[in-house]
């Protein structure tokens, strides 16, 4: 609804600017976050996501259209931050030391991605989306584990491992994605050799991209000097450009942040880049991100895809056990730490919305078929998900609160 100022103003229609947008929703969002903490086994999050779908389609529709795609940017921003934060888990000296954790992570991807997939087409599901199906199920969502850590301060191996399973799990999915999709994409105008040079596009494109992006960062933290303020304000200049320059190229942003991210943490071999603590400033771009995404729910999914969602859900919590219960004792973990584990990897749904919008303006009609599953999995997900993360942190005695 517009509002039109009084006939001594200037009058014009009252509409949403960025800084109306971005107040309005830092001030819903902080004292929705407030009000579910007053349970301590619930995340910040949950509060936001519960404002967002007030706000959004699902609740008085005021966070939606343009307004949501405004709303949209900073949350791109907030979601390349978790990732750089995330990918810098992946320590590749760590991993060969530590190479059961490859193997679980491998694991799990494969089990995954069968267990869903069979279980969908057993229910009759197309083929079509019981493989985009399996390919979602196969990433953990990387800003609901990196939020919930933080809040936390939580350190420690389930803390460590939950981390880069998360980055890796993600790799593999972006991967599996673009390898699939022009096998399945049903377009029917678009020629399969289009959509083969796409995939090699969007991979390559986001591996050049990644390295270019750390090759500008490295010299200039190098001259900044191991100064925390001038590097904080480095690293988001780089990555508002690498974002920018993604989505300009139609490069996968959530790909080129995960490569650029590792590529940090390993190739620096001087130290010129800093471990950095984000902080408040990251907490602001994490309201909005988990308020857009409350605002894209809608309970009449729900309803469409009931069975479905629920044979997704327990399909992959299934095969994310197996997974990690398989080389428990070969990586030396406690049957405990791998149940903690297995629930700390139960949210999903945010890693999959970022895999459909990076394929979603190729694959229209194949992406359409999917976003009722991934909407029914949003809603349960994204509100048990950040409650499952917490609990089994808090359970693992590494955060600090029992």
Known sequence: MDWTLPPF????PIQWNALLLFGSLLLFGLVGGHIVTKNPWFPRITGYLIVGFL?????????????LKLANIFADMAMALVIYQLGRYVDIGWLRR???????????????????????IWLGTSRVLALLGGVLAIATAPAVVMVVVRELKAEGQVTRRLAAMTALNNFVA?????????????????????????????????????????????PLARLLGRQPSRQFVLVIAVITLAI???????????????????MSK???????????????????????????????IRLSDLSMVGASVAVLIAARFIAMACGV?????????????AALITLGTLP??????????????????????????LAGCLIVLELLGPIATQFALIKSGESGRE
């Open 174 to 218: 972006l991967l599996a994605a673009y390898a699939l999709l022009p096998v399945v994409a049903h377009e029917s105008a678009t020629p399969f050799s289009t959509l083969l040079a796409h995939t090699m596009y969007s991979l390559f494109g986001s591996l050049v991209l990644a390295y270019l992006t750390y090759r500008l960062m490295i």
């Open 9 to 12: 103003a200037l009058a014009q």
């Open 55 to 67: 706000l959004g389609v699902g609740g008085f529709d005021l966070l939606s259209g343009d307004v």
């Open 325 to 337: 219960f398989t080389f428990a004792h070969f990586a030396k973990m406690k049957w405990k730490q």
């Open 348 to 373: 999903m749904t945010e890693a999959g919305l970022g895999l459909m919008q990076t394929t979603a303006y190729l694959y229209p009609n194949t992406t359409a078929d999917v976003l009722p599953l």
């Open 266 to 296: 390993n190739l620096d071999h001087q130290y010129d880049l800093m471990e950095l603590e984000f902080g408040v400033a990251n907490e602001l771009f994490i309201v909005m991100l988990f308020i857009t995404i409350g605002a894209s």
């Open 98 to 120: 530590e190479k059961w954790l490859l193997a679980t992570v491998m694991l799990s991807a494969v089990l995954c991605f069968t267990f869903v997939s069979g279980a969908l």
């Open 244 to 262: 920018g320059a993604a989505h300009a190229l139609q490069l996968p942003i959530l790909l080129t942040m995960l490569i650029f991210a590792i």
